[in-house]
């Protein structure tokens, strides 16, 4: 939700009260939003152009290379298209993850792509939010009953995935756990990510099939996106693909408007 709320504010950008934002100066607007970024290119189109002053365009064009969002997320390549934007410039101000939809006047389909190296995908999955995810998918209750001391995704291709962790526990003390795990990914009717033929080893054991399904079965439950359809966003992933050392992933969002506040 970060990278959206991110993304959201640099499109309302253009529609600054000192006039229209013409693309040369839209991408300045990305690049002092970013911690950093490589490449930077943008189209917008509005025919006629006094169309951005009541906050409509006919169509956006948005392709970002080696960009980094926060000090944790870094994305090797976005690209997105979107297609007529129809916003509310009253509420663009003090926009948030929680009240984004007052600032849209009618839906918004948007296609985008995704290229996140193993590296970027390794450091994103260490970060304190993410880790926050972790260990609550894991159904711990508390942070002691778990403590995540390191883990690393190895891509490997065809979708397939190694893992390798270690982590304490306090029935085992001071004593590090190495735990190796090896996943493959399924899109299931482009809105859930299934985990299959997982296999692992803890300490270079190897972990019961029982205990193993378990854990696919409650992450699986974590991976479905339709579980932002009730904050009004519908998206789904139309192809996923791990190579050696990238992660890719492209697909559409559909974003709905808060129908109380559209006039």
């Known amino acids: 939700m970060e ?30 939003k970013s911690e950093s970024i490589e490449e930077v290119n943008v189209r917008v189109n509005s025919i006629p152009t006094h169309q951005l002053l009541k906050g409509e365009t006919d169509s956006i064009q948005l392709s970002l290379k080696q960009w980094q969002v926060t000090p944790y997320l870094k994305l090797d390549l976005l690209e997105l298209e979107g297609d ?27 296609g985008w792509r995704m290229v996140m190296t193993e590296n970027d995908l390794n450091k994103i999955i260490m970060s304190p939010p993410v880790q926050s995810i972790i260990s609550k998918s894991t159904g711990n209750s508390s942070q002691s009953d778990f403590e995540l001391l390191d883990l ?14 270690k982590i304490k526990l306090p029935i085992r003390g001071e004593e590090i756990l190495n735990v190796h795990l090896e996943l493959s990914m399924e899109l299931k009717k482009g809105h859930t990510l299934i ?7 803890l300490n270079n054991r190897q972990l019961s ?55």
């Open 209 to 263: 099939s029982k205990l193993l399904q378990g854990f696919a079965d409650n992450i699986n439950t974590q991976l479905s996106l339709r579980n932002l359809e009730k904050s009004g966003i519908t998206m789904r992933i139309l192809q996923l693909n791990t190579d050696k050392d990238k992660l890719e992933i492209a697909g559409f969002v559909h974003l709905k408007p808060d129908l109380d506040k559209v006039n």
């Open 195 to 201: 985990i299959k033929d997982l296999q692992g080893t």
């Open 152 to 165: 690393a995704f190895n891509l490997q291709p065809n979708n397939r995935i190694f893992l390798d962790s």
């Open 3 to 32: 990278i959206f709320v991110i993304f959201t504010t640099i499109i309302m950008s253009l529609f600054s009260v000192s006039g229209f934002v013409l693309n040369n100066s839209l991408t300045s607007i990305i690049r002092n």
């Open 84 to 110: 007529r934007l129809k916003l509310n410039l009253r509420e663009i101000k003090g926009i948030t993850a929680n009240n984004w939809q007052k600032a849209l006047k009618s839906p918004v389909n948007i």
